[in-house]
């Protein structure tokens, strides 16, 4: 994979260390460190070669952000990441109640 091309990943798309790391902007060895942490699991933690789902690469992406705009450690990023991704999850679950209860109090 480059990353001077336009990329369409289907979230269930696998991707190794490396593709993980080419199109997100991190270095393998930064990648590595996410997965260290917690930041980044594989889909298989038990595979020889572990793969990372595409839906990851946002998680990187942001994670790369978090480095760099705020000189954040590994671990910080973790924390920062576990909010953000718990955010998110929080929001699909409010989307989906005004969806089921138009008329609710919100």
Do not use: N
Not at 4 to 25: K, Q
Not at 26 to 42: K, N
Request: hydrophobic share 45%; with cysteine; glycine share 8%.
């Amino acid at each position: 994979m480059t990353t001077e091309a336009a990329l369409w990943l289907h979230a269930e798309e696998a991707l190794t260390i490396e593709e993980l790391g080419e199109v997100s902007g991190l270095s393998a060895a930064q990648v590595r460190e996410l997965v260290e942490c917690g930041v980044l699991a594989p889909t298989d933690p038990g595979a020889e070669r572990p793969s990372y789902s595409a839906d990851r690469l946002l998680i990187a992406r942001a994670a790369l952000r978090l480095c760099r705009d705020f000189d954040l450690e590994p671990g910080g990023v973790t924390l920062v990441a576990a909010l953000l991704e718990r955010i998110g999850e929080l929001e699909k679950e409010m989307r989906e109640l005004r969806a089921r209860f138009p008329g609710g109090p919100w």
